[in-house]
């Protein structure tokens, strides 16, 4: 079994005093998608903010490519090829779609799907009719569509996804799984954070539960959808 691209072993993360994981552990392999599954508060996006670095304090290993990267700043990360897409989108309102795309941009990558904004606007047409529309003038979904597309342009191995299907209308839910699909055959690996268990079934490989910043599950999409224990313990609201 080839080495995994993102791998994850007892990872601790804090605010303030407050623990907020104990002892995570994940792996995401190469052209995988991977959910990271929990209810509001379980952890989810906390643990991808300590996998990029951006928690100040954290204890455990994070290895990316081959490399532990645990005490890397977070712009250090992403130069090696991590991309990260926040839930809360963060698009750049003064700014054009072009010119959002263009704070994302990297150089090409040896092994890592290449983007360029026809490549992005082929996979959003929504954004392909409105580069030059400020990103303060765009809807929750196209900010995040936005979102995505600056990311990619830094022609990441791995994207951290959170909570992409989060207070957007359905159409755009359906769109989003697409694209993770898209993205899966362009050989992307991508780990996703996601309280939807249909919507991480359409799209994910396998999966993990959080609970109360602790690993519950982990196996295959279809061995969660099967396990009510799980699903009612840990996901039902």
Sequence with gaps: MSEPLLKVCGLNAFYGRAQILFDVDLEVGRGEVVALMGRNGA???TTMKAVMGLLPRRHGEVTFRGQNISALAPYRVARMGMGFVPEDRRVFADLTVMEN?????????????????DKLFRLFP??????????GQMSGGEQQMLTVSRTLMGNPYLVLLDE????????????????ILELKREGLSILLSEQNLHFAG???DRAYVLEKGQIRFSGTIGELAQNETVRRAYLSV
């Design 202 to 204: 359409l799209v994910s």
């Design 101 to 117: 795309l263009d704070t994302g941009r990297q150089p090409p990558r040896e092994g890592a799907p290449q983007w360029t904004p």
């Design 126 to 135: 929504n954004l392909g009719e409105m580069p030059r529309r400020p990103g």
């Design 164 to 179: 992409p299907s989060e207070g957007v209308a359905p159409v755009i839910v359906e769109q989003m799984a697409n694209m």
């Design 43 to 45: 952890g989810k996006s």
